[in-house]
């Protein structure tokens, strides 16, 4: 139980002396200008102090006596440091088993701590004591994002400062999507003490609205461009937006490549096609966000195209960094009013005016947060320090103390072992079980129960694909690789991966050569009545070599609306 300590009354009372009035009275004394006890008189300071300085007996502190000297407190402040700038903070409970093995290692025994274990106590007033130390509510962040390293921020800031020499603050535009939800959130509510689960009657859901938001040096914001999750679109859906806004709509609800390159032409293509001098655009490296159209168009126009460095949007996205936390803020308390008046999940048709007000709320601060971003990142002005002094250094500091530096070496070992991006030694999924539902399974068994009604192409006899259609072929079939393919036709083909070989089927669009084709692949539906194939959203084109095809597909059957059925591939199970 922790006490509450109350002062004696007429008890001695510590006097506080000011550590610069003593540092002068030393000072005085060893200059030969004054004596003890003049230098003492002259700046109010105890003789006996003085004294113990001049001598070199280092006077203990009024009050009680710390555990840990002054310097095995500093090494225990600087490896706290250090553990939170490597994203390992430490808690009070870890603090106290450091302090204990220590105490353990050295072969002291403290009076004061109970079998070497310091208290909730000690670690409070060794808070007190080392200002540099505080409590705080840790973000967690993914370990790929951890492993970011200072050479590639060193790399990429390098590549930056050549890109954006000479370039105007309102000619450098970040972009990013985001994704605003219908759930606004937890608030603070007035209820009967000793309630532990108040509810607040609320529709909510967890669909959300993707919108791409880019933004300029200077802190002007372009018009946001929103993504629909939904098959059309309706005019009810684009009403009472930010003037200049445009709307579009996928079954994915997320930006793909096709509705990136609409975005970057009705929205980034406008806003550059004025502006005179070097132009450059810093955005993700998402595979939808790169489009061989986008970066054509970035040519013509004199835009470079500035990629960021993998899992680092948290360090180099400015609006990461500084716009979107105020902004969701914004639009949580613009959302919560809404739900206070109406009932129901939030309608597409009520989004664009609650975007606006989001937007609107934010008011004069919306600009300052921008161009914050863009400081913070070390973008404009151009400053790759304040990026780079986040991350943490492998290059222990030089310590005079032989021990203190193989312990820093120690940790920094250990430090970087649990940052890395992924373990070693981390196993696979490997194959499915082909156990009955509702039965349990063992070890013991599983090899045993591996489930035989996928052909794997990685197994242990190492069959090629041909080798392993050729087992499950259809007799009516022609297996054989045709010397010749025409236009329109359909075959079976094979792509190579790291575990193993995966099938698609093409359509054949263009015989290049007598070794190429350019064939646009099918997508694998499963539904409860039937399994069919179909073309996707995005139109899958490549190009393959003979050796790719497997086989040539007899026509398939049209269901309807572009769904096909091969009977062909009566005798495959695993194409995708």
């Given at each position: 139980m922790v006490r509450n300590y109350a002062r004696v009354v007429g008890g001695r009372r510590s006097h506080g002396h000011d550590n610069q009035q003593i540092e002068k009275a030393v000072e005085a004394v060893k200059s030969g200008r004054m004596s003890l006890r003049g230098a003492c008189k002259e700046f109010g300071v105890p003789k006996s102090t003085v004294h113990d300085i001049l001598k070199d007996k280092h006077p203990k502190k009024s009050g009680g006596q710390t555990v840990l000297s002054a310097k095995e407190e500093d090494q225990l402040a600087q490896g706290i440091l250090k553990c939170a700038e490597w994203g390992i903070p430490l808690r009070a409970i870890d603090l106290r088993l450091v302090v204990r093995e220590y105490l353990n290692r050295m072969g002291r025994k403290e009076k004061v701590f109970k079998d070497n274990f310091p208290g909730m106590e000690w670690v409070r007033g060794f808070l007190s004591r080392r200002r540099e130390l505080t409590v705080r509510l840790g973000e967690n962040i993914k370990r790929v994002r951890a492993a970011v390293t200072r050479e590639v921020l060193e790399k990429y800031f390098n590549n930056l400062e050549v890109v954006l020499n000479g370039v105007p603050p309102?000619?450098?535009?970040?972009?990013?999507?985001?994704?605003?939800?219908?759930?606004?959130?937890?608030?603070?509510?007035?209820?009967?003490?000793?309630?532990?689960?108040p509810s607040v009657i609320k529709d909510t859901s967890k669909t959300s609205v993707s919108v791409m938001i880019a933004a300029s040096a200077s802190g002007e914001l372009l018009p946001p461009y929103t993504v629909y999750k939904a098959v059309h679109l309706y005019p009810t859906w684009v009403e009472g937006g930010i003037e200049g806004s445009r709307f579009n709509r996928n079954i994915s609800g997320w930006f793909d490549i096709t509705t990136f390159e609409d975005w970057f032409t009705t929205t980034c293509v406008p806003f550059f096609k004025n502006r005179q001098g070097p132009k450059v655009m810093i955005g993700d490296n998402l595979s939808s966000h790169l489009s061989v159209e986008v970066i054509r168009k970035c040519e013509e126009m004199g835009i470079d195209f500035v990629m960021l460095p993998p899992n680092s949007t948290h360090l180099c996205q400015p609006l990461d960094v500084a716009f979107f936390r105020p902004l969701?803020?914004?639009?949580?308390?613009?959302?919560?009013?809404?739900?206070?008046?109406?009932?129901?999940?939030?309608?597409?048709?009520?989004?664009?005016?609650?975007?606006?007000?989001?937007?609107?709320s934010m008011g004069s601060s919306l600009s300052p947060n921008i161009c914050a971003g863009f400081r913070a990142t070390g973008i404009f002005p151009f400053?790759?320090?304040?990026?780079?002094?986040?991350?943490?250094?492998?290059?222990?500091?030089?310590?005079?103390?032989?021990?203190?530096?193989?312990?820093?070496?120690?940790?920094?070992?250990?430090?970087?072992?649990?940052?890395?991006?992924?373990?070693?030694?981390?196993?696979?999924?490997?194959?499915?079980?082909?156990?009955?539902?509702?039965?349990?399974?063992?070890?013991?068994?599983?090899?045993?129960?591996?489930?035989?009604?996928?052909?794997?192409?990685?197994?242990?006899?190492?069959?090629?694909?041909?080798?392993?259609?050729?087992?499950?072929?259809?007799?009516?079939?022609?297996?054989?690789?045709?010397?010749?393919?025409?236009?329109?036709?359909?075959?079976?083909?094979?792509?190579?991966?790291?575990?193993?070989?995966?099938?698609?089927?093409?359509?054949?669009?263009?015989?290049?050569?007598?070794?190429?084709?350019?064939?646009?692949?099918?997508?694998?539906?499963?539904?409860?009545?039937?399994?069919?194939?179909?073309?996707?959203?995005?139109?899958?084109?490549?190009?393959?070599?003979k050796s790719q095809i497997v086989r040539q597909l007899a026509p398939p059957r049209d269901l309807r609306r572009g769904r096909f059925v091969f009977s062909s591939l009566s005798d495959v199970n695993d194409v995708d």
């Open positions: 309102e000619n450098i535009v970040n972009y990013d999507e985001t994704n605003f939800s219908d759930d606004p959130g937890k608030s603070r509510v007035i209820v009967k003490r000793g309630e532990k689960h969701k803020i914004a639009w949580r308390k613009c959302l919560d009013q809404w739900k206070r008046k109406n009932r129901g999940v939030l309608p597409k048709s009520e989004f664009p005016r609650l975007l606006k007000s989001a937007f609107e400053d790759k320090s304040r990026v780079i002094s986040k991350v943490p250094s492998l290059n222990p500091k030089d310590n005079s103390d032989a021990a203190s530096d193989a312990w820093s070496n120690a940790f920094l070992e250990m430090l970087a072992s649990s940052r890395a991006e992924t373990p070693e030694g981390r196993k696979s999924r490997g194959k499915k079980l082909n156990v009955e539902a509702g039965k349990s399974v063992s070890a013991e068994i599983k090899n045993e129960s591996v489930c035989d009604d996928v052909v794997d192409i990685s197994s242990e006899k190492n069959l090629s694909v041909d080798e392993v259609l050729a087992s499950h072929v259809n007799n009516e079939v022609d297996f054989e690789i045709p010397g010749s393919l025409t236009e329109n036709s359909f075959v079976l083909l094979k792509f190579g991966t790291n575990k193993r070989d995966r099938l698609f089927v093409g359509k054949v669009i263009e015989v290049c050569s007598n070794k190429k084709i350019r064939v646009q692949c099918l997508r694998k539906k499963n539904t409860a009545k039937e399994t069919y194939f179909r073309f996707p959203d995005v139109a899958d084109e490549c190009i393959v070599g």
